[in-house]
C-alpha cells in the first residue's frame, strides 16, 4: 500500500502535500511523533507494531546490539509503514541523530536504567518496559530524571489498562468482595525438574556480547541468556518475582489506598533445578524455582508464591491474584479474566472473560500506547505512570533482596529505606561494569 | 522428479514394486520428509476419501517420545523419532501392524527451551541399501542398518566440526544425494560420503536453519538464520542466496522451487517471498506478510499453495496462495497445523488432534470430514503411505489411520 502510494507520487510528478485537499491533514502527518526503539526483541517488537498501527508515530531509529532482530524489526517496520528507520548499535548515538521524541526501551531490566535517563535528558518522552529496573537505586534515579525533565514516562504494566482488569477493580473497590485482609498473588509453571547445564557457546555473528552485558557481569555467551532466558539470571533480571511479580504486586497497589509495604520477607530456593552452575564450560539459570514472599501492610497482608514446576495441580487458576475478603474470594486472571467465589455457596459465582487488544500474546499494548500519546497531547499524568510502576517495582526488588539476605526487611516507604539493616541496603545499589556508572547520586 | 527416478525407482526393489501395482492404485513408500518429490505431495491414489460417511479408523497406536519428527515409510516398515527418558529414540514399527521391530537409542538433551522439545528432525530411508539416515538433535550422524537398527557409521558432526547450534537445535532432515548425505548443519549445508560419514564439503560460521535440504537440478537449497543458499551438490560452492533474515534465525519450512522461482516463507511475524532463480543474490517477484509458515512448508498443486498461516501460539489459518502474486485467495480458521496433498486433496491434522480432508481448489475450502485422531499438540505434517495416514502429537502419541478401499 505504502509503496504503491509512493510509487504514484512518484509518476505523478507531486509531492504528497500537494495532493492532500485540506493542508490540516498534511500539518497533522507532520505532526506525527518521532518514535525510537532500543532493545529489539520480542516485546520492542510489539510495541513498534502498536506505534505503528496508531497511525500517531513515525519510526525514525531501531537500536539493538543484536544485527539479527534489529535488521528483522526494520524490514517489518519498512514492510508495514513504508518508513526506512536508521539502526543503531550504541543508543546514545541514536539519540543523538535520529533525534526521536518518544524513546521506547524494551531491553532487558539490567539495561532499563541507563538508556532511559539518557532519553530523559534528551527530552525523550518515555515508554519504559516492567519491572522499571534492576536494582532500586536505579528505579529511584530514572524518577528523579523523570521529574528533573518534565517527561511523560509510560511503563508497560498494561494490566493497569486491560478492560478485564479495570471491571475487575470496579467490583473489588465497589465492595462486593467484602473486606479484605489477605490478597495472594502466584504464578505456577510447568517446568520438569532438574534443570540440566547447557554449554556455553562462541557469541553469535552481529552480536555485541559486550554491550549486551553491558553495566552487568560479563558471563562467558551461553544461549540459554538471551533471547529471553536473560529473566532467570540474576546479573540481568530478578526472576519470576521481577519478571511476573510486578504484573500482580502492581495489582495489589492499584486496589490499595496505602502506598507501600511496612516489611517484607521471603524465602525460597532451587529446591526442583538443583544448584546452579557457571563455569567456563557451561551454565544453568540461577534464579529460585521456589519463592514465598510476605509483604506486611497496615491493613492486608499480601502473599508472592511462584513454583515454576507441578503445573496446574490442586488450584483452580495458575496465575493471578485472589483478593480474600468477607463476602468471597475474588480471583483477578490473565487469559482465564476474573471470578469472585462468593464465600456463601447458594450465591452465584460471577465471572467477567478478557479482552485482549493482542490476543496471541494476550495483553493491551494497543490502548496502553494510546493512552501514553494521548498524555504527551494532554500533558497529564498516563496510566501506569513511572511513579505507581516504581512503587509496584519496589515490592519484587525488596523481596529479591530478602531472599538473598535471607532476613526480614523493615522498608521505610516515605524514605525508601531499608531501616536497621545496613548489608541488606547496601543491596538496594550494585557495582557497575566499567566503564559504565550506576546512575543518580 | 528425473532426481527422484533416478534414486529410487530405477533400482531392482522399487522396479518390482512398480511393476506389481502399476495395474492398481498406487500406493507409494515414503522414505523421506515431504515424500520422494520433496513437496509434501503424495502419488498414491485409489485411497479412501468417503470419510464423512465412514471416518477413517485409527489401525495402531504407539509411544514414540516427545519431538516433532514425521514419519517415513519404506518397505513395510514406519520409523520416526522421539525423546524418551534423556535419550533421543529412533522407533522402526512393522507399518500394518504397529509392532515394534527395534529401538535405536543414545543419550540427548531434551532442549525443552520455551516449547516441550525433542528431536525435530525425521529420519531418511535408503531402501536399495537397507539404511536409516539420522540427523540427531544436537548435530550426532547416525547411519544404521533398516533391518535392525544396528550402527553402520556414526559422527557427532557437530562436536567434531565445532559447528554453532541453533537455539532448537538441528531439526533439518538428511537428503540422500548420489554419493553424499547433505546435511543442514552449518550457514549453508554440510555433505558427508554416505557410506563413510566423511565430510565432503562443509560451511562455517553462523547456525544453521531448521529446514531440509531441498533438491533441484544440481542444487541444493539450505537455511541458516537469515536466509537461504542454493549451494551446488557435489561442493558446496554457492551459486546464489536469498536475504531472509528472522527475529529468531528460525527457516524451518522447506523451499518449494517450481516454474524457474523459489517460494520461501518464515513465522515470527516474517511472512513469504518468491524469488527468481538466477545467480548472486536472487532478484524478489514479491513478499508479503499475510502467509507465515513457522515450521511447517505449504503444499503447491497447479499455481496456488495451501497451507498454515502462523505461529503454533497463535491463532492459525489454513490458506490457499496464488504462486505467481502471493495473493490470498481463501482462509480458513483451523488454527495451527500442518498439510498434506494427495490426488488434488488436502490432508491436514490440527493442533488440537483433528484429522482433516478437503479437496484442493483455489476458489474455496472445501471440507469433506475430520475426525479426532490425537490429542494437542499436533505440529508435525501427517504422511499417506500405502492406504494409511500416519500421525503423531509433540507428547509422543503416534496412530496410522486405515484409509485403504477394501476390495
Ligand atoms: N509488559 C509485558 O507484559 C512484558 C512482556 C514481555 C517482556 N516485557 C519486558 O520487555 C523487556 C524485553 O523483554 P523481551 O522478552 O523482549 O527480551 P528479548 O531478550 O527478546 O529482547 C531484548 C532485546 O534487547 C537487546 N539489547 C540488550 N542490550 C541492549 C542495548 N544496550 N541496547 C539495545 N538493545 C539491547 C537484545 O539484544 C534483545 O534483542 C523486558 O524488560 C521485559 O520485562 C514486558
Redesign the pocket.
Known amino acids: 500500500m505504502n509503496a504503491n502510494r509512493r510509487e504514484f507520487f512518484k509518476t505523478a510528478g507531486l509531492t504528497g502535500a500537494a495532493l492532500l485537499p485540506f493542508p490540516w491533514v498534511q500539518a497533522q502527518a507532520e505532526r506525527k511523533h518521532r518514535v525510537a526503539l532500543?532493545?529489539?526483541?520480542?516485546?520492542?517488537?510489539?510495541i513498534v507494531r502498536e506505534a505503528m498501527a496508531s497511525n500517531r508515530c513515525r519510526i525514525v531509529g531501531l537500536?539493538?546490539?543484536?544485527r539479527?532482530?534489529?535488521t528483522a524489526t526494520a524490514d517489518e517496520v519498512e514492510t508495514l509503514s513504508g518508513e526506512q528507520a536508521e539502526l543503531?548499535?550504541?543508543?546514545e548515538a541514536m539519540l543523538r541523530k535520529a533525534r526521536p521524541d518518544i524513546v521506547i526501551?524494551?531491553?532487558?531490566?539490567h539495561?532499563?536504567a541507563?538508556?532511559s535517563i539518557a532519553a530523559l535528558k534528551s527530552g525523550a518522552h518515555l515508554f519504559?518496559?516492567?519491572?522499571t529496573s534492576h536494582t532500586i537505586g536505579e528505579s529511584q534515579a530514572m524518577l528523579q530524571a523523570a521529574e528533573a525533565e518534565d517527561r511523560v514516562v509510560q511503563v508497560?504494566?498494561?494490566?493497569r489498562i486491560g478492560p478485564h482488569h479495570r471491571s475487575g477493580m470496579e467490583f473489588i473497590k465497589a465492595g462486593r468482595v467484602g473486606d479484605i485482609g489477605t490478597v495472594r498473588l502466584f504464578v505456577v509453571g510447568r517446568n520438569r525438574g532438574g534443570e540440566r547445564p547447557a554449554a556455553n557457546a562462541d557469541v553469535p555473528n552481529g552480536?555485541n556480547w559486550d554491550?549486551?552485558?553491558?553495566p552487568a557481569p560479563k558471563r562467558p555467551f551461553n544461549p540459554k541468556i538471551?533471547?529471553?532466558?536473560?529473566?532467570n539470571f540474576l546479573d540481568y533480571?530478578n526472576g519470576t518475582l521481577?519478571?511476573w511479580g510486578?504484573?500482580w504486586l502492581d495489582q495489589v497497589l492499584w486496589w490499595t489506598e496505602e502506598k507501600y509495604p511496612r516489611s517484607v520477607y521471603s524465602t525460597g530456593g532451587r529446591f526442583v533445578s538443583g544448584a546452579a552452575v557457571n563455569t567456563e564450560q557451561a551454565a544453568t539459570t540461577d534464579a529460585p524455582d521456589t519463592q514465598t514472599a510476605v509483604y506486611r501492610f497496615d491493613s492486608f497482608t499480601a502473599i508472592w508464591e511462584h513454583r515454576n514446576y507441578s503445573g496446574n495441580g490442586s488450584e483452580k487458576h495458575r496465575i493471578g491474584a485472589y483478593f480474600y475478603g468477607s463476602k468471597g474470594v475474588f480471583h483477578m486472571g490473565w487469559r482465564d479474566g476474573w471470578t469472585f467465589y462468593p464465600s456463601d455457596n447458594q450465591e452465584s459465582i460471577v465471572h467477567e472473560k478478557p479482552q485482549f487488544s493482542d490476543t496471541v500474546?494476550g495483553?493491551n499494548?494497543k490502548q496502553l500506547w494510546a493512552d501514553f500519546l494521548d498524555a504527551i497531547e494532554q500533558k497529564r499524568t498516563p496510566a501506569a505512570n513511572l511513579e505507581v510502576a516504581h512503587r509496584s517495582t519496589m515490592l519484587p526488588l525488596l523481596g529479591m533482596i530478602s531472599w538473598r539476605t535471607g532476613r526480614s526487611l523493615t522498608w521505610d516507604g516515605e524514605r525508601e529505606r531499608i531501616v536497621g539493616d545496613p548489608e541488606a541496603e547496601k543491596l538496594m545499589r550494585r557495582e557497575y561494569r566499567k566503564p559504565w556508572r550506576y546512575p543518580g547520586v | 522428479m528425473a532426481n527422484r527416478f533416478f534414486m529410487t525407482r530405477t533400482l531392482p526393489g522399487a522396479l518390482s514394486f512398480w511393476v506389481l501395482t502399476a495395474a492398481t492404485p498406487l500406493a507409494e513408500d515414503w522414505p523421506n520428509f515431504r515424500g520422494p518429490d520433496y513437496d509434501g505431495i503424495s502419488d498414491e491414489t485409489g485411497w479412501r476419501k468417503n470419510w464423512a460417511e465412514k471416518p477413517p479408523a485409527v489401525v495402531w497406536k504407539a509411544e514414540v517420545g516427545i519431538g516433532f519428527s514425521a514419519f517415513v515409510v519404506a518397505d513395510g516398515r514406519a520409523l520416526t523419532l522421539g525423546h524418551i527418558q534423556d535419550q533421543e529414540v529412533l522407533s522402526c514399527f512393522d507399518e500394518t501392524t504397529g509392532e515394534r521391530l527395534w529401538r535405536h537409542r543414545f543419550p540427548s538433551e531434551l532442549g525443552a527451551k520455551f516449547y516441550i522439545g525433542g528431536p525435530g528432525s525425521t529420519p531418511t530411508v535408503d531402501v536399495a541399501n537397507g539404511l536409516v539416515y539420522q540427523l540427531g538433535k544436537w548435530g550426532e550422524v547416525y547411519c544404521l542398518s533398516l533391518e535392525d537398527g544396528s550402527v553402520k557409521w556414526f559422527r557427532n558432526v557437530a562436536q567434531e566440526e565445532k559447528l554453532s547450534v541453533p537455539s532448537w537445535g538441528f531439526n533439518g532432515s538428511p537428503l540422500l544425494s548420489g554419493e553424499l548425505v547433505v546435511l543442514n548443519l552449518g550457514p549453508a549445508g554440510m555433505a558427508l560420503n554416505r557410506q563413510t560419514g566423511e565430510t565432503v564439503w562443509s560451511s562455517r560460521g553462523d547456525a544453521a536453519g531448521y529446514s531440509t535440504p531441498v533438491p533441484y537440478e544440481d542444487i541444493v537449497i539450505v537455511s541458516s538464520g537469515d536466509g537461504w543458499s542454493g549451494v551446488e551438490t557435489l561442493t558446496g560452492a554457492t551459486r546464489w542466496t536469498i536475504d531472509w533474515a528472522t527475529r529468531y534465525g528460525v527457516n524451518a519450512a522447506d523451499p518449494i522451487v517450481w516454474d524457474g522461482k523459489v517460494f520461501v516463507s518464515s513465522g515470527y511475524q516474517k511472512g513469504s517471498g518468491l524469488f527468481s532463480l538466477n545467480r548472486g543474490e536472487l532478484p524478489r517477484t514479491w513478499a508479503q506478510r499475510l502467509f507465515r509458515s513457522q515450521q511447517n512448508a505449504p503444499v503447491r498443486l497447479g499455481a496456488y499453495l495451501y497451507g498454515i498461516d502462523g505461529d503454533s501460539s497463535s491463532r492459525a489459518k489454513l490458506k490457499c496462495l496464488e504462486w505467481e502474486t502471493g495473493e490470498v485467495q481463501w482462509t480458513e480458521d483451523t488454527g495451527y497445523g500442518a498439510v498434506a496433498a494427495a490426488d488434488n486433496h488436502l490432508i491436514y491434522l490440527r493442533a488440537d488432534g483433528r484429522l482433516g480432508l478437503a479437496e484442493a481448489s483455489p476458489k474455496a475450502f472445501e471440507p469433506i470430514a475430520e475426525t479426532k485422531v490425537l490429542t494437542r499438540d499436533c505440529w508435525t505434517v501427517p504422511v499417506l503411505a500405502n492406504g494409511r495416514i500416519f500421525c503423531r502429537n509433540s507428547r509422543g502419541q503416534a496412530v496410522a489411520v486405515d484409509v485403504r478401499t477394501l476390495p
Open positions: 532500543i532493545g529489539c526483541g520480542w516485546w520492542g517488537a510489539n537500536c539493538d546490539v543484536y539479527r532482530p534489529l543503531f548499535e550504541d543508543y526501551v524494551a531491553t532487558p531490566d539495561w532499563h541507563l538508556p519504559v518496559e516492567k519491572p508497560g504494566l498494561h494490566r552480536m554491550l549486551w552485558c553491558g538471551t533471547p529471553g532466558g536473560w529473566r533480571a521481577g519478571d510486578v504484573h500474546d495483553n499494548l
